[in-house]
């Protein structure tokens, strides 16, 4: 098996609604601190991000509401669905979201989960709340942009 087919990172869930309610400005990858039922569980695509969200406190950025389901072979060992999770980061890094989560009031969500190579990891997004009238704007241009791929597939 070579090196490069293992580090291909596969998409394993994709927080949707993230996108739709916030601006984006920056993102970043995350380690998480999974139990092994939630390694295979995740793995199997068994995870959801909708009610995801971030915590950034003093001793580190925490993974709150993600439902990773039970592992349906594992009998009494099995692990808590809904516990908070450490996000394993580097300290400047820490201290960046804590900074920007602070002064510039920006969010932190979680926009998708990779499996890359042997590791599971989490793409974090910083992000603005989007208001309406932008939101709005984003489904009109977005129509638009469908609009001429069509125009131009039928010419074309």
Same mark, same amino acid.
């Given at each position: 098996?070579?090196?490069?087919?293992?580090?291909?990172?596969?998409? &394993?869930?994709?927080?949707? #609604?993230?996108?739709?309610?916030?601006?984006? =400005?920056?993102?970043?990858?995350?380690?998480?601190?999974?139990? +092994?039922?939630?390694?295979?569980?995740?793995?199997?695509?068994?995870?959801? @991000?909708?009610?995801?969200?971030?915590?950034?406190?003093?001793? +580190?950025?925490?993974? $709150?509401?993600?439902?990773?389901? $039970?592992? $349906?072979?594992?009998?009494?060992?099995? *692990?808590?669905?809904?516990?908070?999770?450490?996000? &394993? %980061? *580097?300290?400047?890094? *820490?201290?960046? @979201? @804590?900074?920007?989560?602070?002064?510039?009031?920006?969010?932190? =969500?979680?926009?998708? =989960?990779?499996? %890359? +190579?042997?590791? %599971?990891?989490?793409?974090?997004?910083?992000?603005?709340?989007?208001?309406?009238?932008?939101?709005?704007?984003?489904?009109?241009?977005?129509?638009?942009? #469908?609009?001429?791929?069509?125009?131009?597939?039928?010419?074309?």
């Amino acid at each position: 098996m070579s090196e490069k087919s293992s580090a291909t990172p596969r998409e &394993l869930a994709r927080n949707r #609604r993230a996108r739709h309610d916030l601006e984006i =400005v920056e993102t970043m990858e995350a380690g998480i601190s999974l139990v +092994g039922t939630e390694v295979k569980s995740v793995r199997a695509g068994r995870i959801s @991000l909708d009610e995801a969200w971030i915590r950034v406190r003093a001793d +580190g950025a925490w993974l $709150e509401k993600a439902r990773i389901a $039970e592992y $349906e072979q594992a009998n009494r060992m099995n *692990h808590d669905p809904l516990r908070p999770r450490r996000l &394993l %980061i *580097h300290k400047r890094q *820490h201290a960046h @979201l @804590l900074a920007q989560t602070k002064q510039q009031n920006l969010v932190t =969500v979680p926009l998708r =989960v990779l499996a %890359i +190579g042997r590791w %599971i990891k989490l793409e974090i997004g910083l992000g603005k709340p989007k208001k309406l009238h932008d939101k709005r704007e984003t489904e009109k241009t977005r129509d638009a942009e #469908r609009d001429i791929r069509r125009a131009t597939k039928r010419l074309g």
